[in-house]
């Protein structure tokens, strides 16, 4: 895989990982391009790319689009199923995940791809796996923030 | 300790989810930062992109005072680098923040390091400067006893990792591979996996690891190491035939459902393991019908497996269709595949018809029945909405044209260009549609029409080789010249018709091919056209839209028409009206023209019709200079050098620096591998009174890191004069010291290969220090030679003097000299007095006195030659003054400054000759050095950068 962009209705970016090494002024041009492509692009339309010479997965979950650059001889509906992988352990991280969770918490969206996806290639494919070497690395700020914030940022999330 | 760390980790997760049970998913999602709230609040609040600008522009000062300020802790840190990824992702520059990653995933606790590193890991990219200051907190990091640490430099070494600093990790990596954890196996596999993407050759020599890897016995960690495989296959197949018989049974394991249930995708077994080995098998079985043999039988289970109704199986599926289609054929199979493809094509899903569509392009060279079969859905395909499915379609299409379908397949072509807007595809598809067209044209005018489709729309993103293919066709045409010449003439009459049209603009790569098939085929017109095309040609040249190379093509087809014009009048207009152009390109035409305008016969002759295929003889020795010549060289000319005889040695001197050798000398030896100094001999010879001396010196080389700066200027031969009340008997040195020394020295390179190489300055000194003689001395001891050697006493009240010489007989940077006197004190007790003293390269140097002629008869018989360029600085660019510095620093003795090269010469003592020549062109000194030694030249070439660059 080459990169994973996710981005909302609006265009806005929510997450962006990079696994082929480019400069800030294409990572930028890339982006814009890609955001105004898909976006533009009907719903019951296909959900694969031809874009330059990569081939670009994308799926819509809710208000977030889920967008995976691949090369042309990469399995178009395995990525499919990455895309999708990494939704479920998103929901199962965040307990039924919106895009607030993303906006408000990326760092752990980057954590949970980190443990995904490493280098580009699908690295640990067990849900239960990916989320233990999360948990594990996550539970000393659990213990520490929650003594602090514990309840103060209930609802926030509704609120926005 | 590390044990104890595992065991608290195993038993984390278990907690953790008794606390989510109890917290519910609340646990997770409140504790986000308050500050990023606030800020992704605050931007949601606005309303234009002006204000998000100011606000981030805010924000950023704000937290740029916050990072820097000495008081901000590492918690708050953290808290900030969040914020900056968050800004970074919204567009907005926080390079400020970079360095601050680094200090965090350095310094911080876990957590601080975990955002740490993922901040480094968003921000900067593989050849970032500042990402070499990672590399010892990475190095640290794997060195740790704690899980979570190992994991996260793991995590970082592959994604994102200087490649110069991979021997640092390596060994450190390849130990990991025997980690207990199969989690550190399975990162370790993918941290070399990224290796072997960006540097392969760093890793070839653990390939039997990666081999042990496959065979691991957590089903993870094999996965990983299939990403290797994969790639390197990829790139030689018939290395690895051997491991077919592995991956088959490894796909009939997983098909079989023999995996563990955790590896279950939706209940499919593994899918990306699946998929990783058909894809490998694939590959294998190319061309190979042994090999492809013993794969039938998994790749038929598999195809038959695969029935459920989800999308992962489509997935699969396809893969093996692929493979299938790939390897060997057998019929069988490839009935059972097309099958599969059929269910792709035919089915309602958008995504599944569109691989079926896929899987035909790859297979319909091979079975071309298959389109058949689906003919329908392919037509109905090229008018789909979704405009993917179309370009699909259309790829498949241009695979099975022929004479007959030409027409109609490239009109659908040039439909689907006229409404893309992007230039990749037009590119991509006015490409296929010249090819389809040069190859199966069925007549001229739709050839000349075609083709004139293609100019227009390609436009000047075109293929440079599609308006040269074409007109080189046009030219030398194909069998019958009757057909080549009707050809030759629609194309003149289509393109008369064409700027007929008023106000079109074409693309200037269509005009080019326009003006050069009019100044080569008018002829072919009416004798009174000729006069028509040169007017048209004219009014296009004062055209504004012209570029000037187009420009230039113009009045090129003007020149060729002139002779066989029969009125000049209006080439005359155009010789004055460019003879004055301010375009000087334009103004050498129209000269050429104007003069050849004025001798018809020589131009006829200079520019025949029709000849364009024709060859030119041309006298390629220029004989017709050989009188030329030969008077120049009677009156004392230089005789004639060659270009790239010129250019060579002028390439040789920009050669730039070669940091492989660097990796090399690590992977090969880790750590302690540095090529190093050599030893030192203490040849003894006393040269005092008789008499007792109760000096004892035990020497020792004490070798230094090259970092150290090199404050003596000179070296005091070892006169010890030593006064003893009482002296001693010598106690023998012992050689345990030796050995402390030796690991101390040891580490010291450890740190400082890594911290010397942060900076790009010194990683060339280092480079062209660290390597010298690579190669040819492979392993060389830091310590070589420990001499010893114990002087006789001293009687009191007695002086003795006692003269040692100390012969460099291997070059080196620094060592040191050390040794120690006992003595007894008049109230008899024993003391010891120490001493030492650092030589370094530079105290055995002398300056060689020769002349410029000996110098070039040494310089010949040297074969030992390290080049390299060295930048001044402004103030030293005149090249004596800086010779002067180098012989005053260096002692180097400057034989001749001729122009700008000058020479210098030095020996290291006793007799090792070293020349230098030198040339300075711009503020760059290029240095040749030449020696009998064969280390010699690289550690003088490291002293003069040092001198020159330093000063």
Redesign the interface.
């Known amino acids: 895989m080459q990169f994973m962009l996710l981005f909302s209705r609006q265009g806005k970016?929510?997450?962006?990982?990079w696994?082929v090494?480019?400069?800030?002024k294409e990572k930028?041009k890339i982006t814009r391009e890609l955001v105004q492509t898909v976006l533009a692009r009907?719903p019951?339309?296909?959900?694969?790319?031809?874009?330059?010479?990569l081939k670009i997965v994308y799926k819509r979950y809710a208000s977030l689009y889920f967008c995976c650059a691949i090369e042309d001889q990469d399995?178009?509906?395995?990525t499919?199923?990455i895309i999708h992988?990494y939704v479920e352990l998103l929901d199962k991280?965040?307990?039924?995940v919106c895009e607030l969770?993303i906006?408000?918490?990326?760092?752990?969206a980057?954590?949970i791809l980190?443990?995904f996806l490493?280098?580009g290639?699908?690295?640990?494919?067990?849900k239960?796996?990916v989320l233990?070497?999360i948990?594990?690395?996550?539970?000393?700020?659990?213990k520490?923030?929650?003594m602090y914030?514990?309840?103060?940022?209930?609802g926030?999330?509704r609120a926005? | 300790m590390s044990d104890i760390v595992e065991k608290t980790l195993t038993a984390l997760p278990g907690l953790f989810l008794q606390n989510q049970a109890g917290g519910g998913p609340a646990a997770a999602k409140a504790p986000f930062s308050s500050r990023l709230g606030g800020l992704v609040r605050s931007i949601t609040a606005l309303t234009s992109k002006h204000e998000e600008e100011k606000l981030i522009q805010q924000e950023l000062s704000s937290l740029k005072a916050t990072v820097s300020a000495p008081t901000t802790t590492l918690k708050m840190m953290k808290e900030c680098m969040v914020r900056l990824m968050y800004c970074e992702m919204l567009g907005y520059d926080a390079s400020f923040g970079y360095i601050h990653a680094i200090k965090l995933a350095q310094q911080g606790n876990l957590l601080e390091k975990r955002v740490g590193y993922l901040a480094v890991s968003l921000f900067l990219h593989e050849s970032h400067e500042l990402l070499l200051l990672l590399v010892n907190t990475v190095v640290k990091d794997l060195q740790s006893t704690n899980l979570i640490e190992v994991c996260m430099a793991l995590t970082i070494v592959s994604q994102i990792f200087p490649r110069e600093m991979i021997p640092a990790v390596l060994p450190l990596i390849e130990d990991k591979l025997q980690h207990s954890k199969e989690i550190i196996r399975r990162k370790a596999v993918l941290a070399l996996y990224k290796f072997h993407l960006i540097a392969p050759n760093q890793v070839q020599h653990i390939h039997v690891k990666f081999r042990k890897a496959l065979c691991d016995r957590d089903v993870g960690v094999m996965a990983a190491s299939l990403h290797i495989y994969f790639r390197m296959i990829k790139e030689n197949s018939s290395g690895y035939k051997d491991l077919t018989g592995s991956f088959v049974t490894i796909l009939k394991q997983v098909v079989g459902g023999k995996l563990p249930v955790d590896f279950n995708y939706h209940s499919v077994p593994a899918p990306w393991l699946q998929i990783q080995l058909l894809r490998i098998l694939g590959l294998l079985g190319k061309d190979d019908q042994r090999t492809s043999e013993l794969m039938y039988d998994v790749l038929d289970e598999s195809l038959r497996r695969a029935e459920l109704n989800h999308n992962v199986t489509y997935a699969i599926l396809f893969e093996c269709v692929h493979t299938v289609y790939s390897i060997y054929p057998k019929s069988e199979l490839l009935e059972k595949a097309a099958k599969c493809i059929g269910k792709f094509v035919l089915s309602p899903k958008i995504n599944l018809k569109y691989l079926g569509l896929k899987a035909l392009t790859y297979v319909i060279q091979q079975d071309p029945t298959l389109a058949l079969q689906h003919q329908m859905t392919i037509i109905e395909c090229l008018d789909h909405p979704d405009p993917i499915i179309k370009r699909e379609t259309l790829e498949l299409l241009y695979r099975i044209t022929n004479t007959q379908n030409v027409t109609v397949i490239v009109q659908k072509m040039l439909d689907y260009l006229h409404q893309s807007k992007e230039e990749y595809i037009i590119v991509n598809l006015v490409g296929k549609i010249a090819e389809l067209a040069e190859k199966y044209a069925p007549d001229n005018a739709w050839f000349i029409q075609t083709m004139n489709a293609v100019f227009s729309v390609g436009g000047d993103v075109i293929h440079p080789d599609i308006p040269n293919n074409f007109l080189r066709l046009l030219a030398e045409g194909f069998d019958d010249e009757a057909e080549d010449q009707q050809l030759r003439l629609y194309a003149v009459q289509s393109y008369l018709t064409l700027l007929d049209v008023e106000n079109v603009f074409y693309p200037q790569r269509f005009l080019q091919v326009m003006s050069w098939v009019l100044g080569e085929y008018s002829y072919l017109l009416d004798k009174e056209m000729t006069e028509e095309v040169i007017t048209k040609l004219y009014r296009l040249l004062m055209s504004d839209s012209i570029s000037s190379e187009t420009k230039a093509w113009l009045i090129a087809a003007v020149t060729k028409l002139t002779p066989q014009a029969h009125s000049s009048n209006i080439v005359e207009k155009l010789i004055q009206e460019f003879t004055v152009s301010l375009d000087t390109c334009m103004r050498q035409h129209a000269f050429e023209l104007k003069h050849l305008h004025e001798n018809m016969e020589l131009m006829k002759s200079l520019l025949p019709v029709d000849k364009s295929c024709e060859d030119m003889m041309v006298d390629a020795s220029l004989s017709f200079l050989d009188g030329f010549v030969a008077e120049g060289l009677s009156q004392g000319a230089a005789p004639y050098k060659p270009h790239h005889q010129r250019q060579e040695e002028k390439l040789s001197q920009e050669k730039g620096l070669n940091f492989e050798p660097y990796g090399l000398s690590f992977s090969s030896s880790g750590f302690t591998g540095r090529q190093s100094p050599a030893g030192i001999s203490l040849g003894s010879d006393v040269s005092g009174n008789s008499a007792d001396t109760g000096l004892k010196e035990t020497s020792s080389l004490k070798l230094e890191g090259i970092k150290k700066l090199w404050g003596k200027e000179g070296y005091l031969p070892k006169k010890e004069n030593k006064t003893g009340d009482e002296t001693e008997a010598p106690v023998p040195q012992e050689t345990t010291i030796m050995e402390n020394v030796d690991q101390a020295v040891t580490k010291k390179d450890q740190s400082q290969v890594l911290t010397q190489t942060k900076e790009e300055k010194e990683k060339q000194l280092l480079a062209s220090s660290l390597f010298v003689g690579l190669g040819s001395e492979s392993s060389v001891n830091l310590i070589t030679e420990q001499p010893e050697c114990c002087l006789s006493i001293t009687e009191a009240e007695n002086t003795k003097i006692f003269q040692y010489s100390v012969q460099m007989e291997k070059p080196f940077m620094q060592g040191n000299l050390c040794g120690f006197v006992n003595y007894q004190t008049v109230d008899t007790l024993s003391a010891q007095l120490e001493f030492s003293v650092n030589l370094s390269l530079l105290d055995f140097i002398r300056p060689l006195k020769i002349s410029t002629e000996d110098f070039g008869k040494l310089w010949l018989t040297f074969a030992n030659d390290v080049k390299q360029n060295v930048k001044m600085s402004d103030s030293q660019a005149a090249l004596p003054s800086t010779l002067e510095t180098l012989e005053q620093k260096l002692r180097l003795h400057v034989v001749d400054i001729i122009g700008n090269e000058g020479l210098l010469a030095c020996q290291l003592l006793p007799s090792t000759p070293c020349l230098v020549h030198c040339r300075v062109y711009a503020d760059i000194l290029a240095l040749w050095f030449r020696s009998s030694c064969s280390t010699l030249p690289d550690y003088l070439l490291y002293q003069c950068q040092k001198v020159i660059e330093g000063s």
């Open positions: 970016l929510r997450l962006q990982k696994y090494p480019l400069s800030d930028k009907k019951k339309m296909c959900s694969f790319l031809e874009w330059r010479d399995n178009e509906l395995i499919l199923e992988r991280y965040f307990g039924s969770d906006i408000f918490n990326f760092e752990k980057y954590f980190d443990e490493l280098g290639e699908v690295q640990e494919t067990s239960k796996n233990k070497a948990e594990q690395a996550d539970l000393l700020q659990e520490t923030e929650n914030h514990s309840k103060s940022f209930i926030c999330k926005y």
